[in-house]
C-alpha cells in the first residue's frame, strides 16, 4: 500500500465515502454509538443526581462495607465492560462484513 500519488487515487477514496456501503456502514456505527451513550449517560447522570439530592439513599447500608452507593458505582464499571463486549460482538457480526466489503472493493482484492 503506497501513498497516494495522483488525483485518481483521491477521487477512489471520495467515491468510496460517498458511496452506499459507507453510509449505511456508518450509519450502523452511529446507531450503536448513541444508544451505547444514552444508556451509560443516563446511569451515570442518574447516579451524579442520586449522589446529589438523595445522598441518604446512597449511604444505605447492604451488609459489612456495602453500601448503595458503592454497589452504584461497581454496576457503572460492570456497564462499561458489558457495552464493550456488546459492541465487540455487534461490530463482529454487522460492522466488519460489510467494512471488509468496502475494503476489498478499494483494494480490488477477490474476497
Known sequence: MGTMNSPADADRYVAVH???????????????????????????????????????????????????????VLLSFASVVMISAVYLRFARRRLDPLSEQIRAGLEGDPR
Open 18 to 72: 460517498d458511496s452506499a456501503q459507507f453510509k449505511a456502514l456508518r450509519r450502523q456505527s452511529n446507531a450503536f454509538i448513541l444508544w451505547a451513550s444514552v444508556i451509560f449517560f443516563g446511569w451515570w447522570f442518574t447516579g451524579c443526581a442520586l449522589a446529589t439530592f438523595a445522598p441518604d439513599f446512597f449511604r444505605q447500608g447492604l451488609g459489612g462495607p456495602m453500601n448503595v452507593g458503592l454497589l452504584f
